[in-house]
């Protein structure tokens, strides 16, 4: 019989715990009994680790990896992968935006359909518009511009084969966007539509600006969108300016306008803030090559309570 692994990341998630066992435990038991649930907290500063290392005791098939500090949630979901041992393997938030109801349907399209990876496919949002309406937009973009394929309105709520999770596992990158390298591994891919429910409780611990992160990441490391950007506005420029050039010459021979000091200031003003741009896109390549280079681990574990026969074991 196969074994279902599922992946959840808690950074100070400690109010929904209880709800969030209840029913994901109920939705997994209804199609198998071989399962862990691998929680992976993420430098949490509540009482997540208490509240899970409780819920540890009631059910032994809840392992718990422990990080060392908060890593941010794509390495904590890389962190899960790299623990799990089941043969099927499913990645969900832990703060019920991503309803554990659907697993069973997931897991089925698996088993059934022959599909190696399963993404959840947001029709609709609940929860701030403002916020909506931005990942309404990068996933648009970032639709049209990724060269990757199946990178549809999904993010990191999914299930996988053993062959994607390794497949997955052998992209060794430090900057993760684990929704594009999903896609990016290929296998037979499916989808499955659901609406993205609001937080139940607590605020968002992706931060605005930790999105916009996350969102740099995805397009810099999937699309060369950045560096042609900056190759075909040059070539606008030369063409622009080429023109512009024939025609202040023109008007030099035939004395026929003077050309202003206001115009000259304003192309060096206009040209250096271009190149400024520039120069920031290429260093965020640079800086990310640096980041690759220097090749720090992903995350340190600090504990992992994955025992199945004793619920205090930790590691
Ligand atoms: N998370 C994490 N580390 C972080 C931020 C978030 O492990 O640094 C977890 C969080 O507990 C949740 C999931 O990742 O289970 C998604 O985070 P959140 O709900 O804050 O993001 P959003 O749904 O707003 O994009
Ligand atoms: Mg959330």
Redesign the pocket.
């Known amino acids: 019989m196969k074994k279902f692994s599922l992946i ?6 400690e109010q929904v715990l209880d709800e969030l066992v209840t029913r994901t435990v109920k939705a997994v038991e209804s199609f198998t009994d071989n399962y862990e649930i691998i929680f ?1 907290d ?2 949490s500063t509540d009482n997540s680790l208490k509240k899970l290392l409780s819920l540890r005791k009631t059910n032994n098939k809840i392992k718990i990896l422990v990080l060392s500090r ?4 794509q390495a ?1 979901y890389t962190a899960g992968l790299e623990h799990a041992a089941g043969d099927v393997v499913a990645m969900m ?3 019920l ?1 991503d309803p554990p109801e659907l697993l069973p349907d997931m897991y089925r399209k698996i088993i059934n359909e022959g599909l190696h990876v399963v993404s959840a496919r947001k029709t609709g949002r609940k929860g701030k518009k403002g ?1 909506n309406i931005l990942f309404f937009f990068f996933h648009l973009f970032f639709r049209n511009t990724a060269e990757i394929k199946n990178i549809e309105n999904a ?2 709520f999914s299930m996988m084969t053993r062959k994607a999770i390794d497949a997955i596992l052998l992209m060794k990158e430090k900057i993760r966007y684990l929704p594009g390298l999903r896609s990016f591994v290929g296998f037979n891919q499916g989808f499955i539509d659901y609406v993205r429910e609001d ?1 139940l409780y607590g ?4 931060s605005t600006r ?2 916009f992160q996350l969102a740099g990441d995805a397009i810099f490391s999937f699309s060369k969108f950045p560096i042609r950007l900056c190759f075909f506005l040059g070539l606008t420029g030369v063409t622009v300016f080429l023109l512009a050039g024939i025609y202040v010459l023109i008007a030099k021979i035939l004395h026929f306008a003077i050309i202003g000091w206001s115009s000259i200031l304003l192309s060096i003003y206009f040209l250096g803030s271009i190149q400024l741009i520039f120069l920031g896109i290429l260093g965020e390549y640079v800086f990310r090559n640096y980041k690759e280079s220097q090749n720090r681990p992903i995350y340190f574990v600090r504990e992992f309570y994955g025992d199945e026969s004793s619920p205090d074991h930790g590691t």
């Open positions: 959840i990341p808690v950074y100070n998630e992976v993420d430098g908060n890593f941010g949630h904590a938030d832990g703060d935006q916020r993010g990191n937080r605020k968002s611990k992706m930790k999105l």
